[in-house]
């Protein structure tokens, strides 16, 4: 009754053939490397502002990441602590209300 019931496995019928596909190993004669083009036209410089860290940016950058670490991780103890409240207010309202139909029981 317990006893799980395998599927059988069918047998080929006919004449099993192999592939047909045969693969020959080919021979890699070397080849004489192309020289790189030389380039015609100097590069052009880039006419975009760069970007350079001062001590005072990087202190600025240090001190807004610090403050976005802050902030994300109150938010997130305020979330914690909204579902810790909520979960003890409903363990409070399961008492009451286990005690009060358990003392109605009592009376009739």
Do not use: H, N
Request: glycine letters at 8%; one cysteine or more; hydrophobic letters at 50%.
């Amino acid at each position: 009754m317990f006893r799980p019931k395998l599927p059988a496995m069918p047998q080929p019928t006919g004449q099993v053939t192999p592939p047909a596909v045969v693969v020959e190993p080919t021979t890699i004669t070397p080849g004489t490397p192309t020289p790189p083009p030389a380039s015609a036209a100097p590069v052009p410089v880039s006419t975009r502002p760069t970007v350079q860290l001062t001590p005072g940016t990087a202190l600025a950058l240090v001190g807004g990441g610090t403050a976005v670490v802050l902030v994300v991780g109150t938010v997130l103890v305020s979330m914690l602590l909204a579902v810790a409240v909520t979960a003890a207010s409903v363990a409070v309202c399961a008492v009451v209300l286990g005690s009060l139909l358990a003392s109605d029981a009592k009376r009739r």
